[in-house]
Structures are given as C-alpha cells and as structure tokens.
C-alpha cells in the first residue's frame, strides 16, 4: 500500500495506523460511509482524479482500493 494512501486515511481522516494492513477490508479498517465521501472528495481535490463513493466500496481490501487509486492516477 502507498503511502499517500495511509497519510491520508491517517492524518486526513483519522483512521487508526494499526488497522491498516493492505488485507484490511475497509470495514475493519474504519472506512465508514462519511469516510468514502470524504476519501472521494479529498482525492478528486488532491489528484484531480474521478472517483466516486460507489468506485471507493467496490474495492474488498484497502490494497485493492490503493490499486483503484494507483491505476485512476496513471490513467492505466
């Protein structure tokens, strides 16, 4: 998992380091539905990236979450 990906589940929204392991479901690492339209809001913003909510729950782990990210990034 990047690290863009956890400072910003850290330190933007406040979710706990320890519970952030690329296996992690988004559940377990505290993404709750506030948290997936604050993650899609601060990436569109931050990257300049089109992600919707819906985009955000379809990844099962944060490391296919960070692949989403990765991949609407590069555009690949």
């Given at each position: 998992?990047?690290?863009?990906?956890?400072?910003?589940?850290?330190?933007?929204?406040?979710?706990?380091?320890?519970?952030?392991?690329?296996?992690?479901?988004?559940?377990?690492?505290?993404?709750?539905?506030?948290?997936?339209?604050?993650?899609?809001?601060?990436?569109?913003?931050?990257?300049?990236?089109?992600?919707?909510?819906?985009?955000i729950k379809t990844a099962?782990?944060?490391?296919?979450?960070?692949?989403?990210?990765?991949?609407?990034?590069?555009?690949?």
């Amino acid at each position: 998992m990047t690290g863009d990906l956890v400072r910003i589940l850290t330190d933007d929204l406040g979710l706990p380091a320890d519970r952030l392991a690329e296996d992690a479901s988004l559940d377990h690492a505290g993404v709750d539905s506030l948290a997936v339209v604050e993650l899609s809001v601060l990436l569109t913003d931050r990257y300049g990236i089109d992600i919707t909510d819906s985009d955000i729950k379809t990844a099962s782990t944060l490391g296919q979450l960070d692949l989403l990210i990765t991949t609407k990034r590069t555009g690949r």
